[in-house]
């Protein structure tokens, strides 16, 4: 059974950093993309960035580029983001999802929460 849960969110002010974790169990990780989302109620489901299995390849929404860096440690079976230069927009629900290939994520975690506010 694939699990995969995130930890790292919290409360934060504008202009501020914090790192996601994503811990990933039951699926061989190492061959597998990785990705964070993020989820505002009544929103759809925004992607934020991704990286190969490999970690040679990033990608990143518009929104979140120069302020985002998505990592991935294969030995702990582990994919981060670091976000730095956090805005009110930011605040949501993060999300991290594994797949095969890039866009085609088919295990998802529960979510940690983000907010950015004075």
């Known amino acids: 059974q694939v699990q995969l849960v995130e930890s790292g969110g919290g409360l934060v002010q504008p202009g501020g950093s914090l790192r996601l974790s994503c811990v990933a169990s039951g699926r061989t990780f190492s061959s597998d993309a990785m990705a964070w989302f993020r989820q505002v109620p009544g929103k759809e489901r925004e992607f934020v960035a991704a990286?190969?299995?490999?970690?040679?390849?990033?990608y990143y929404a518009d929104s979140v580029k120069g302020r985002f860096t998505i990592s991935r440690d294969n030995g702990k079976n582990t994919v981060y983001l670091q976000m730095n230069s956090l805005k009110p927009e930011d605040t949501a629900v993060y999300l991290c999802?594994?797949?095969?290939?890039?866009?085609?994520?088919?295990?998802w975690g529960q979510g940690t929460q983000v907010t950015v506010s004075s």
């Open positions: 999802a594994q797949g095969r290939y890039f866009g085609d994520y088919n295990y």
């Open positions: 990286i190969s299995w490999s970690g040679g390849s990033t």
